[in-house]
Nanobody
Framework: QVQLVESGGGLVQAGGSLRLSCAAS?????LGWFRQAPGKEREFVAA????????YYADTVKGRFTISRDNALNTVYLQMNSLKPEDTAVYYC?????????????????WGQGTQVTVSS
């Protein structure tokens, strides 16, 4: 069983920045961030392999968001810059054991409770 606890969400003005953190129990998990806005399906944001060598981003956040991890702390981060109102959503951290499926919610085995990010215009 892997437990994931997100933190760092909040309210920010457009153009601002936030950093999300996700503390994960266990080791050697491939980790990802997803988000879900009201009335919309959960969508992929970013993912990172357990060693940190491979990263993946949705086109909508590429160049603005950066995913990273500190395996000594079992924590993954999502640095979000140049935030837009359309980034408003609940952001979820997720862990998967498989190598493939980084962008697919169905490939993930464990999910955190989510943290709200609201970007005002």
């Amino acid at each position: 069983q892997v437990q994931l606890v997100e933190s760092g969400g909040g309210l920010v003005q457009a153009g601002g920045s936030l950093r999300l953190s996700c503390a994960a129990s266990g080791r050697r998990n491939n980790l990802g961030w997803f988000r879900q806005a009201p009335g919309k399906e959960r969508e992929f944001v970013a993912a990172i392999s357990w060693g940190g060598a491979a990263t993946y981003y949705a086109d909508t956040v590429k160049g603005r968001f950066t995913i990273s991890r500190d395996n000594a702390l079992n924590t993954v981060y999502l640095q979000m810059n140049s935030l837009k109102p359309e980034d408003t959503a609940v952001y979820y951290c997720a862990a998967r054991r498989s190598i493939g499926g980084a962008t697919m919610p169905s490939a993930y085995d464990y999910w955190g409770q989510g943290t709200q990010v609201t970007v005002s215009s």
